[in-house]
């Protein structure tokens, strides 16, 4: 898992933040069939299921934002990826997402899954701050059991101190 | 569970060995006058040489299976083991020690063990009972005073020949160390195995020396922070069934679980009261944690903790009146105390670094903990006032102290670095001497020592 941060992406975000509502590119797959009964979904031809987690990997920034040690502020690449999510959601509204928290493995595993609570929560609250329904999301923190990079190294701990989005289904 | 303690009466010597009486040999004169020091109230790195032979047997027969006198040889390779890992003694036996005979279990050729240089000897038998029964017996003798120091019997089912064996260790380092005893006891924890960025966490239970290992969950859902009741007929822990964090007590006999509460939020960090009447567990709402209080067969949670941040954790002192847990409202994780009902909360934690995994000791007298600093994980004991802090360990990782019943020793877990990274379970002496791995099936995380067995 590599920590990508695209400027020209953010740019993009940010244009999309202040109401420009240009996407960086169209979107090339047919709008999803909401509420006609085949919502699991049709193939595309791409093999990406609308609203599936393939299509919103495919489609955001990100799929996960990072912190600080020991922290759990959303900073402002954080608020860009979370736009770029809160974008795929308004566009997916059936579908709803677990924020998953994670701390890395400098901590003691009780505050960990509390730390991983705080982030999950911060990221949540983010996205429902730009119009996303809150009940759409759920959280769980997983706080150090399930790392992301397996080092002991400031890189890997970088990679584990992270919220999350997954798809959950419609 | 089955162990009767009995009264070694000379009847029943009699009963289960009548030949004793004419054939045991007169105990040699004592010859020295000059009084062994015994080890008493302290720790120390001196250690008592005890001659252990294998228990004898008054005729080998066959009791479920086991053969009594194999099972003579194992209870002294169980007592050998006890006490040698306590740090105390240094046992002679049961491998390359003469057999004794079953006349020499209350007539020690004292000359003999003098002579191989140890200060004290333990003799045993092990007999078929009544009713597929068996009875076990240990004697504690001063080779020097040639005086007999400990007399223990127990009437036991088989297959807990084991705790005859930790029940007679602990009569031994009681009266020999005078602290209280500890090895019959039992520790749950979690089993780990598979890549540290999945790891497989199974819910387990041993005995204190890991003996009688027995998984408990399967491993399909993530377990964490297993805690044993005060009565080791339940276990309270975390499990991600279902992909949620809840705090769930299971019955070990039917093997059934329950939630300890129903709550749409996490809750996590579950602790026993002494009674084993409440437990105490963090939950948290809306990103922030508190701490709540419940009664064990359920009920309405009373919150304990109200400030902003995460408060969490959490253990009781042994009266039952106070609990200590871990906060960062000052900015970091630190220790405080408060009352059961939430009043009068009080940060006992100053040193430098962060201060996490309160564990109060069965004594009262101490708080073991987690000390974070310098990107190290430190175990060490303070007061319940924040005093005197001594820090007892000293490596990469070690988390989440567990006290021994008679609060001398400290069991925790020890990760190491890398992409291997591994946790192994550990013990250390409260003094930070007698340092040892306890050996599990795989690899080990959060232990929970239980109190002695009845």
Redesign the interface.
Known sequence: MTIRKSTAMIAAITMLAVGACAKKAPDTLPPAPEGTGTDTGVDTGTGVVPGSQEDFVANVTSDRIFFDFDQYNVDAQDQATLQSQAQWLQRNPAVRVTLEGHADERGTRDYNIALGERRANAAKNYLASLGIDPSRISVISYGKERPAAIGSNEEAWAQNRRAVTVVIGR | MFLRPISLSFALLLTSAPALAQTAPTPPAVTQTEPRETIEGTLSQERTVIGIPPFATASVQTVAGLRTDSLGRQLADVIAADLERSGLFEPIGPNGVRAITRAEVQAPRFGEWQARGAENVVHGFVDAGSNGSLIVGCYLYDTALGSELVRKGFEIQPADWRRAAHKCADAIYSRLSGEAPFFDSRVAYIAESG?????I?RLAIMDSDGGNHRFITNGQA?A??PRFSPDYKKIVYVSYLN???RVFIYDVASGTQKLVTESAN?T??PRWSPDGTQILY?M?V????DIYRISANGGTPVRLTTAPG?D??GSFSPDGRKIVF?S?RSG??QLYVMNIDGSNQQRISFGGGRY??PEWSPRGDLIAF?R?GG?E?RIGVMTPSGGGVRMLTNSW?D??PTWSPNGRVIQFFR?T???E?KSSLWQVDLTGVNLRRLPTPQDGS?PSWGPVLP
Not at chain 2, 195 to 199: A, D, E, V
Not at chain 2, 286 to 289: A, P, R
């Open positions: 890549p540290k960025g999945n790891r966490k993530l964490i922070s992909n949620r964090v996490a996590f960090a963090s948290a809306g990103g922030n944690t995460i969490v954790g871990e960062d970091s994780q996490a995994t987690t974070m990107g994980f990782q988390e989440a990760t670095p890398g992409r990274g959060d």
